[in-house]
């Protein structure tokens, strides 16, 4: 049974940080490749960050150069480092594979 299983979410304000961690099993998750897709409230998903093989990462413009996903495969865990969060930046965030999405993780960004 695959399960992903995101942590780390809650209240910050502008201009902080926060770094998210998505645990998984059932699958080969070393050679997988991993991305984090968010919803913020009243709107549909959004692709956030992947990572493939090999280390290569990719992201959408509004979240380069704030946004890092890294891969411990030793712990079969997923990350996001978040910095210089934005009030846009508030939504329910998860981790995928393939066409699994596991139980999200809450990122609010208000003052």
């Known amino acids: 049974e695959v399960q992903l299983q995101a942590s780390g979410g809650g209240l910050v304000q502008p201009g902080g940080s926060l770094r998210l961690s998505c645990i998984a099993s059932?699958?080969?998750?070393?050679?997988?490749?991993m991305s984090w897709i968010r919803q913020a409230p009243g709107k549909g998903g959004e692709w956030v960050a992947s990572?493939?093989?090999?280390?290569?990462?990719n992201y959408p413009e509004f979240v380069k150069g704030r946004f890092t996903v890294s891969r411990d495969n030793a712990k079969n865990t997923l990350y996001l480092q978040m910095n210089s969060l934005k009030p846009e930046d508030t939504a329910l965030y998860y981790c995928?594979?393939?066409?699994?999405r596991g139980q999200g993780t809450l990122v609010t960004v208000s003052s």
């Open positions: 995928t594979w393939s066409n699994y």
């Open positions: 059932g699958f080969p998750f070393s050679g997988s490749a």
């Open positions: 990572i493939y093989a090999g280390e290569v990462e």
